[in-house]
């Protein structure tokens, strides 16, 4: 019954980011059709590459700068997330303790300033992005899931967030879903922001600080000239100082990047605006995003005209393909408007207008790491796994620093020197994953078989259940 529930509500949705079908988006920059020369050249239009721009931009002027997007900007990972706003520049702070233990009092300090400046930056360049600041709110499904917000509130209590355990009644005042029997909530220098809008923002304060924007232009080779990079795209060169690689899932730029970053698909749909009624019966006034505690875990948020985004469910296609055809079928989001009807039982009539995957670069640390080519010249950065929206603009400005090869306290830190695990390359790469995406979709049901091959993929590196540290 509820497969055919699903079935009807899905019947027409639009599988395009609903961020992005936005008629006021920008007209798309030219294609780069001559030869350029220029100090800086970045490789990728996401939040990256801009982030990245701007404060090369802001801390110097004068510096020639170019951007080159393979097709236009926000259209990867930027353009698609859930933009559900977090201090965390370690993908979380469990993370963050896994990875970083003897430097967790510092990164703290370094997310929660970098926060700050995020939220600075959008106010200086009036960038109209949606944003809203009603916290993150962790629950736990069921009780088996309270004692995993218990031990996250002693690290956010530790470090020093405004975080608040709510038991069941509490929580359900907050979010009205009979699956939620606990939570928590941090409520401060967190919430939610529309991503495209944002992107865009930020694309159009980078082209006012002087930064040139070439879409649809995508990096074919490169040749190190010691120094300086050659960058050859379809009808022109570009003979840069340094190269900084901004292209996180995409992986391009160097062959050895996919070694260490894997395309995983996330899925996510997005119901229709829901009607003043149907808001009173779940409550959410707070407008908090929202993460569970399952193992394969869901997340949610609410958009400015009142539409829920639903999302979940990993995947992934032989040879990292970041554009898989099969995602745009109704047959991958049956089993998640299917959990959306059980999370929200009084929104079983609801339809969905988008629906959607993203890539995301996971890898063995979940969060931001640096790859140096070239002696340095060509840098990439990326593979923050998810908590990219603003973890991208500290992992953009310490790139900066490393290519520029400058001393500063990040450029010193493990997090600066140091690389995720190697991953096997195909097709044991995709046999392993299709073995892993069916045990997290059933290991909290049926158990067995599923909780070892779990354990053993966290012991090569891969933190993908909520209890590991």
């Known amino acids: 019954m509820m497969n055919e529930q699903a ?153 020093g967030h405004d975080a608040h355990l709510l038991n069941k009644e509490e929580v359900q005042k907050e979010i009205n879903s009979p699956l939620f029997h606990g939570g928590l909530w941090s409520k401060k220098r967190s919430g939610t922001v529309h991503p495209a809008k944002l992107a865009w923002g930020l694309k159009a304060a980078a082209l006012k600080l002087g930064v ?36 996180n899932a995409f992986a391009a730029g160097h062959k050895k990047i996919s070694q260490r970053v894997s395309a995983i698909r996330d899925r996510i749909v997005v119901s229709e605006p829901l009607t003043k009624e149907q808001m009173d019966s779940i409550g959410w006034q707070n407008r908090q995003g929202i993460y569970d505690t399952r193992t394969q875990l869901n997340y949610m948020r609410l958009t400015a005209d009142n539409r829920i985004l639903f999302g979940g469910r990993l995947g992934y296609f032989f040879n990292n393909d970041t554009d898989p055809k099969d995602d745009k079928t109704d047959k991958n989001y049956l089993p998640l408007v299917q959990q959306f009807y059980k999370t929200f039982p009084t929104l079983t009539d609801m339809k969905f207008s988008h629906a959607w995957s993203g890539p995301i670069g996971l890898t063995t640390r979940m969060a931001v790491h640096y790859q140096r080519y070239y002696n340095g010249d060509m840098i990439y950065a990326g593979g923050y796994s998810g908590f990219g929206v603003t973890a ?27 690389l995720p695990g190697y991953i096997p390359p195909e097709p044991f790469r995709w046999i392993g994953a299709k073995i892993t995406m069916y045990a997290l979709d059933t290991l909290d049901e049926k158990g067995g078989w599923r909780e070892p091959w779990v354990r053993l993929v966290e012991k090569m590196g891969f933190p993908i259940t909520q209890n590991e540290q």
């Open 392 to 418: 991208t603009r500290f992992g953009a400005r310490v790139a900066l620093d490393i290519i520029d090869k400058k001393d500063t306290l990040e450029t010193r830190m493990k997090f600066a020197n140091t």
């Open 212 to 247: 040139q924007i070439f879409e649809y232009t995508p990096l074919v080779d490169s040749k190190h000239l010691n120094p300086g990079v050659l960058v050859t795209t379809p009808h022109a060169n570009i003979t840069a100082n340094k190269v900084l690689l901004a292209t």
């Open 7 to 159: 079935q009807k509500a899905l019947l027409k949705t639009k599988f395009f980011p609903y961020w992005l079908d936005n008629e006021n988006a920008p007209e798309n920059e030219p294609k780069l059709t001559e030869d350029k020369q220029c100090d800086l050249l970045i490789v990728g239009g996401g939040f990256t590459g801009l982030w990245a721009a701007i404060q090369a931009k802001e801390n110097n002027p004068e510096r020639d700068i170019i951007i080159i997007e393979a097709k236009c900007m926000a259209i990867g990972a930027s353009g698609r997330p859930a933009a559900i706003l977090s201090t965390s520049v370690m993908h979380g702070l469990i993370n963050a303790a896994r990875l970083f233990p003897e430097d967790m009092e510092e990164l703290e300090r370094l997310g929660k300033e970098n926060m700050d400046q995020f939220k600075e930056t959008i106010k200086r360049y009036d960038i109209d992005c949606d944003i809203e600041w009603g916290g993150e709110l962790t629950v736990a499904i069921g009780d088996e899931g309270l004692p995993d917000i218990e031990k996250e509130f002693v690290l956010y209590d530790k470090y």
